[in-house]
């Protein structure tokens, strides 16, 4: 039987899930070409967005402007090429990992000739309502923050939200706004107004405080890579959502997913599909086709599984 991996891959897809109830599947997507997840997931049936972002500045705190070359998709990872740009060449891979955990790894190689310094952001924003002056947190290696939910029914669902990027913060920051469109662009945001060229990074306190809890609250973490000519940086980003379910409840998805040791969150991604596939029947056809559609099948029912 062929590889369910291979039967599936596709350029124009992007539903990503673990099978636990996140489900990154938006029916028409606006924002796939930024970085991350700005369109709408669900958790169960309860809407999201947006999830984050990822903003790369070069040492002078100027913007990169990425533009997405052709995209991979498999049910394991959202695999996206960037164009090179001042001789940094770029590959995010996007994921939904077990535990309610949204990821974003980054390999960015420097094909230049001199050292280059990049700041990667990785940030959000969240309803002013929801977040209230005291409520943010930072724990020296996360970013946490409230976030309420409301499904088609009226019936809503508290969430924390849980922003790292693995191997280490160098600064991070939260800041309430006026509100205005919101949209993935950095520029637009208050930590661009607040940007030090000559040191970069993210003030390390939250604003959140003011006369109006209205508008909308920015959440970014930072940190700065050096990659010489020919070096290659890797950065990963993890978004990971938690929500306030009756003990019972709460518990199913730790129990369901033990902790995996994996090289990469694409390897994890990866290696908890290869368990999935593996639990299944085979089924084999000299019409590739109907191998196709077998396989489609069960990907579609661990894509919506709870």
């Not at 990154?24 to 967005?49: C, K, M, N, S």
């Not at 924003?125 to 929801?130: K, S, V």
């Not at 003030?203 to 609250?217: K, Q, W």
């Not at 099948?297 to 709870?306: P, S, V």
Request: with cysteine; proline share 8%.
């Amino acid at each position: 039987m062929s590889d369910p991996f291979d039967l599936l891959a596709r350029g124009d897809k992007w539903q990503l899930s673990a099978g636990e109830g996140l489900v990154f599947a938006p029916p028409f997507p606006l924002w796939l070409d930024v970085p991350g997840f700005w369109d709408e997931a669900h958790l169960f049936e309860y809407p999201l967005r947006p999830l984050f972002t990822v903003t790369w500045l070069d040492a002078a705190g100027a913007e990169l402007r990425l533009v997405p070359g052709s995209r991979r998709w498999t049910p394991a990872a959202l695999e996206v090429p960037y164009q090179r740009v001042l001789g940094i060449e770029a590959v995010e891979t996007r994921m939904v990992l077990p535990g309610f955990v949204v990821g974003s790894e980054w390999a960015v190689r420097n094909s230049g000739a001199a050292p280059v310094v990049l700041h990667a952001v990785a940030w959000t924003t969240a309803p002013g309502e929801d977040v209230s002056e005291g409520s943010v947190g930072w724990s020296g290696v996360e970013l946490s923050w409230p976030r309420r939910v409301v499904d088609r029914k009226g019936q809503a669902l508290d969430l924390m939200l849980k922003l790292a990027l693995a191997r280490g913060t160098e600064t991070w920051g939260a800041v309430r706004a006026q509100a205005t469109a919101d949209l993935p662009r950095f520029h637009l945001t208050p930590f661009w107004d607040r940007w030090d060229p000559r040191h970069g990074g993210l003030a390390c306190r939250g604003d959140v405080g003011g006369i109006d809890a209205a508008g909308l609250v920015y959440l970014g973490v930072h940190r700065a890579l050096e990659i010489p000519p020919g070096g290659v940086a890797r950065l990963a980003v993890a978004l990971r959502v938690e929500p306030d379910l009756p003990r019972r409840a709460a518990s199913r998805p730790a129990e369901a997913t033990a902790p995996r040791r994996a090289s990469s969150f694409a390897a994890a991604s990866r290696a908890s599909w290869d368990e999935y596939l593996g639990t299944l029947p085979t089924f084999r056809c000299s019409d590739p086709y109907f191998e196709r559609y077998w396989a489609y099948r069960w990907f579609g029912l661990r894509l919506n599984g709870i």
